[in-house]
């Protein structure tokens, strides 16, 4: 599981990043709502830790602009603004969950395990849905309107990955890091190759889905077609 940390005060930010870790949590960090933009855009997250108050653009703005933006991942808001608009605010704009500083450790930890679970779903632990597909992660199955077929490791993982991830571009380096690991080993031109196995498979199943190159960045899953 991947979180973004969005807070601005550093020594917090670092610390609540080291505790996730040893939670067996994987992080990233910033400090500011412009470079937030920057993470959300490159990166695919199973969770934000998101504070109100930042630089350049705050909490509430990034939050609805997530969720304009089809953004769905979940949401839970750590901040010193604790009066009920303050709360109100927040939910509205599309939290899913709002801590009040300074809180326990321990209770974060609680809302993260139940904000992930509500998100993925028992059953979407192991058969994903986007579009006209549905893919059995634990038969490694790919099923479509017209076929089913049976997919490779590195296939299945690939799409999982944008199945969990619809219409939204990931980088070339989320991919690789994500699939093959942090000190992954594998040339670009394999996870091309790999791409395009994915994009024939889904043409076989009789999709509309589309995996789209976006050129410079990545790659992402059109559920337009």
Known sequence: ???????????????????LEKEGYSSDICFDGADADYYLSSNAYDLVLLDCMLP???????????????NTTPVIM????????????????GADDYIVKPYE????????RCRLRRHSGIESLSRLKAGDVEYSAEEK????????????????ELMELFLRNPDQTLSRSTILS???GADYEIEGGNLDNYIYFV???????GSSLAIKTVHGIGYRLSTEG
């Open 1 to 19: 599981m991947r979180i973004l940390i969005i807070e601005d005060d550093r020594e917090q930010c670092t610390l609540l990043q080291f505790r």
């Open 56 to 70: 350049h653009k705050d909490g509430l703005t990034i939050l609805s602009e997530m969720r304009r933006g089809g």
């Open 78 to 93: 750590l901040t010193a603004l604790g009066e009920l608009s303050d709360r109100i605010s927040g939910l509205d704009s």
């Open 105 to 112: 450790f321990g209770e974060l930890m609680a809302r993260i």
């Open 141 to 156: 199955v790919l099923t479509g309107p017209s076929d089913s077929c049976t997919l490779s490791n590195k296939e299945g």
């Open 178 to 180: 994500r699939i093959w």
């Open 199 to 205: 994009r024939r498979r889904l043409r076989k199943v």
